[in-house]
């Protein structure tokens, strides 16, 4: 027994050790951050909130909807977005888990017309919960029909439900079928790899869907802890018979041990995963391999908030969006008095790692990074976490929470230089302008 005990001092030891810094950053102390803050001028004249539709509330993950021609070039671009207004009732992550009738609900809103429309569901099976949490969609190459994945968290268990979508119809979406597996603890994104095959993050072993008092202490004690419980899998999809419902699934496990695996995305190349580790406030790389399917862990950027979805945008820097301070996010979901969770986005773009020589391009040195980084910003990603030797990190976007709070997720349209962000809790669409 004494033996036990010196372990698991041991143990508890370690985990508070390597996880001080993340500690300290997401749940001790409060960024002092200011109102807002956009990297590309005033907030108060660059950013609006699309809050026309009362409906398109508590916003966790969107994507991008490419229409491109037959020879993939990019004609047209629309946003996909997973709403669920019943998230303070039904939260299979954070709680609680009270109410799961009301439905929630996705939306696509076009850049051109500035338009949002509510995407009705053609065979959508009666009875079925929608609780949309990651999703991806699969580009249109001339007019045809995409595969759009959405993770859905039912009151029974976690699914994944697949759909078609027609440009033709952009708001509507016809179910496919219901993707089930004994590996889906807790799905929480989607990575697609082929219009039939993607990766998959859950990001807790331990669930709140565990009986009695079980299910609130064991996922924040692996949450707090940062216990490496997680993981990625990659899921394709073959149907049993042509026109079928029934599919078999593949399944496999790509990376394991990742604390609060959250969001995940692959590059345009297909080469690089990147994924969301909330509890230790970082991102990671991998090395994907294409034909395997498998993951190398490459690098790690820590950040100064709990990252959550993430997307590249067109020029290959990952844009990231999290929360920088866990309790107020709580506070938020509990409906606590004045509750504001504040908001931080950040850019991540590959760092060029060695000098090179300047007329045979041989590396010469690795370069060191400056501790001094992010300066334009009110409160820089410096004063919180180290540099990364792999990328650099600017701020796109930071508030206290009093401008737009608790953000989930964010991406940039590179054509048309406008930053979305999206809040857990937040009513509308945040988009900056150029």
Request: net charge neutral; glycine share 6%.
């Amino acid at each position: 027994m004494k033996e036990s005990l010196v372990v698991f001092a041991v143990l508890v030891s370690v985990i508070a050790w390597r996880n001080g810094l993340v500690a300290k950053n997401l749940f001790l102390t409060k960024a002092p951050l200011p109102p807002a803050y956009y990297s590309s001028g005033d907030y108060r004249s660059k950013c609006r909130i699309i809050d026309e539709e009362p409906q398109l509330k508590y916003c966790e993950d969107a994507t991008f909807w490419d229409l491109k021609d037959s020879d993939g070039e990019l004609q047209d671009r629309l946003l996909i977005v997973s709403c669920d207004p019943n998230r303070k009732a039904w939260n299979t992550v954070m709680g609680p888990m009270r109410d799961a009738i009301p439905r929630g609900a996705l939306w696509v809103y076009d850049h051109k017309s500035d338009k949002v429309e509510h995407v009705s569901f053609e065979g959508y099976p009666a009875g079925h919960d929608f609780h949309p949490l990651g999703l991806e969609i699969w580009p249109s190459f001339a007019g045809n029909a995409s595969n759009l994945f959405v993770v859905n968290h039912g009151r029974h268990n976690t699914t994944i439900e697949q759909f078609y979508m027609s440009p033709s119809k952009p708001n509507q979406a016809t179910w496919v079928r219901t993707l089930t597996s004994k590996y889906f603890i807790s799905p929480n994104s989607v990575a697609l790899t082929s219009p039939t095959s993607f990766y998959v993050t859950n990001d807790h072993l331990m669930t709140r869907r565990l009986p009695s008092i079980l299910g609130e202490v064991l996922p924040m004690t692996e949450s707090l802890l940062g216990l490496p419980l997680g993981w990625v899998s990659h899921v394709s999809i073959t149907p049993t018979s042509s026109g079928s419902l029934s599919t078999d699934i593949h399944h496999t496990f790509s990376a394991i041990g990742i604390p609060f695996a959250n969001g995940a995305v692959l590059s345009h190349d297909g080469k690089t995963l990147a994924v969301a580790s909330s509890s230790l406030g970082e991102v990671r790389f991998y090395a994907r391999n294409s034909a395997t399917n498998a993951l190398s862990l490459t690098s790690r950027v820590p950040l100064p908030f709990a990252a959550d979805n993430i997307m590249f945008d067109d020029e290959g820097a990952l844009i990231v969006a999290g929360h920088p301070h866990f309790p107020s996010l709580i506070a938020v979901s509990k409906n606590k008095t004045d509750a504001a969770a504040p908001s931080w986005v950040t850019a991540l773009k590959p760092r060029q790692l060695y000098l090179k020589h300047p007329e045979t391009g041989a590396h010469l040195a690795l370069k060191t990074p400056s501790p001094d980084f992010d300066m334009q910003a009110p409160l820089s990603v410096s004063k919180r976490v180290p540099p990364a030797r792999s990328h650099e990190v600017e701020t796109l976007y930071q508030s206290d929470g009093s401008h737009f709070p608790n953000s989930c997720t964010s991406l940039r349209d590179s054509r048309s230089g406008v930053l979305y962000v999206f809040g857990l809790y937040t009513e509308g669409i945040l988009a900056c302008k150029p």
